[in-house]
């Protein structure tokens, strides 16, 4: 029997959230395709150092390096904002600012899921998964 989160944005995050809390710098955990592109993204931001695919039968593993060997990772907190009984979903022009610039949120578009930043710059909305600082 396997167990499957039935929410995998708020897996992934708890799981980063808690390897933070205790200490460890990596993190396995079952993939998917949203998945893969909400690391993409931390990664291209820099909150994460890095991230690979491990091809296993029947499911890959994502494994996440969250910061080097003795150094602070840059995540502070990371929060989900939709979730599945309230999602929140914002224009172009509502896009929030975290922290005044020196946070992030992605936004899962029409174009894939990207930064708030990304997301103005393309003129594109959609609904706001996750925010970091």
């Not at 990596?26 to 990664?43: C, D, Q």
């Not at 296993?56 to 599945?84: Q, W």
């Not at 224009?91 to 174009?111: A, E, F, H, N």
Request: hydrophobic share 35%; no cysteine.
């Amino acid at each position: 029997m396997s167990l499957q989160s039935t929410d995998q944005i708020a897996d992934l995050l708890t799981r980063i959230r808690n390897a933070i809390m205790v200490g460890k710098s990596e993190v396995y955990l079952p993939t998917s395709k949203l998945k893969v592109s909400i690391t993409e993204a931390l990664k291209k931001a820099g909150f994460i150092a890095d991230y690979e695919l491990i091809e296993n039968s029947p499911r890959s593993t994502l494994h996440i390096t969250i910061n080097e060997k003795d150094k602070a990772p840059k995540i502070n907190e990371i929060e989900k904002v939709s979730k599945p009984g309230r999602r929140v979903y914002v224009p172009v022009d509502k896009i929030p600012k975290i922290k005044s610039g020196r946070g992030l949120v992605l936004i899962s578009t029409s174009k894939g899921i990207m930064t708030g930043q990304e997301a103005t710059k393309n003129g594109l909305g959609g609904e706001l998964l996750v925010k970091v600082w």
